[in-house]
């Protein structure tokens, strides 16, 4: 039995991340941000400030160029 999420939750892969920054632009919510953080290749990832603020509404995981970030929902399955 798999256990659904009670609220959206965006993952990123940081070894895919390139810091490109669509995801932070496309965000509507504004919770994306680029950390000081960086991944084996020298990018700096980005990560989430307020999980309980994002609508699942996909846009991060459908600009990202790298397939680096996507959400979980509490309707879908990964
Ligand atoms: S799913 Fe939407 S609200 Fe949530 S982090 Fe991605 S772009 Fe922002
Ligand atoms: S769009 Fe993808 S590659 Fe670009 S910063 Fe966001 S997660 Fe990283």
Known sequence: ???KPKQNLVHIND???KGCDFCVEFCPQHIIYQSLETNPKGYQVVRVTD???CTGC???A???PEFA???ET???KL
Request: aromatic share 4%.
């Open 1 to 3: 039995m798999t256990t």
């Open 15 to 17: 070894l895919r991340c």
């Open 51 to 53: 999980m309980d603020q």
């Open 58 to 60: 996909d846009n991060c």
């Open 62 to 64: 459908r600009v990202c």
């Open 69 to 71: 970030i996507w959400v």
């Open 74 to 76: 509490p309707d879908n």
